[in-house]
């Protein structure tokens, strides 16, 4: 039950109460954001959009005109000439670079992060150097370090420019989370007795087992979507899906390609969404037991 309170002219009580609302001030900027970022999201959908929907287009070798909507390209995603065979030569060459990559990168960071040596300086700055670096001037540069060794471009030579570039953004990433972690955790570990192997794999491993996964997949989709340094060591004889993508774009991408591009696209979306089911699943549980 409401208490009463004064009138404002005769001073009788009443029962409603005043209740005093603070006008929000208008703002353009409450406006202007929301748009500008629908704008944003919008543009960026448009390349996906039109790649799904081109894959659905009975429109032969020459992609470039909507013809009809068929389903065939996806029962037979290898119709055209060479387009599986560069997808399968991309996921070769990412897991190579992504497996080597992060084994790599993770070490160093650690070594970074933890260790004082000779050195140090130097070694941070020459990691950052593949990223500031322009593909064309570092694609260049590898492609006449290769041919002064005698290799011949293909297979090899791309795997190891690949694994070559996603080192730094491995270190980077997982060097992140390296200096997160408390060395605190490691000694209580060695005050019980365990070795210093033990504390790593029991303790420091399981806590950047987050940043590793994360430096691997930026790694894979770095390698897997290269087409600058993958073009100049690549050779002839070999091609990975961007490069197929570049070439056949004069004649008009296959519906085969936006196929394999779409079904990549889909792969991630699906992996974010169960990451971020399993994230939120996870911390319902701890809250619980909390």
Known sequence: ????????????????????????????????????AGLAFLYLLVPVAYTVAFSFNEGGRRNLVWQGFTLDNWRNPCGAPQVCESFVNSIQVGLIATVVSTALGTLIAIALVRYRFRG??????????????????????????????????????????????????????????????????EEAAADLYASPWSAFWRVTFPLLVPGILAAALLAFSLSFDDFIITNFNSGSAFSTFPKFVYVSANRGIPPQANVLGSAMFFAALLLVVVVQLVGAARRKRLARQA
């Open 120 to 185: 140090r300086t130097l070694a941070n700055l020459l990691i950052f150097l593949p990223m500031s670096t322009p593909e064309v001037v570092l694609g260049a540069a590898l492609l006449a370090q290769f041919l002064s060794m005698a290799m011949r471009p293909g297979f090899t030579t791309v795997a190891i420019a690949h694994v070559m570039f996603c080192i730094s953004f491995v270190v980077v990433t997982v060097k992140a989370r390296v200096a997160s972690l408390d060395p605190k955790l």
């Open 1 to 36: 039950m409401s208490a009463p309170v004064a009138t404002e002219r005769g001073g009788g009580p009443t029962t409603a109460p005043t209740v005093r609302r603070r006008r929000r001030k208008f703002s353009l900027a409450d406006k202007i954001v929301p748009v500008f």
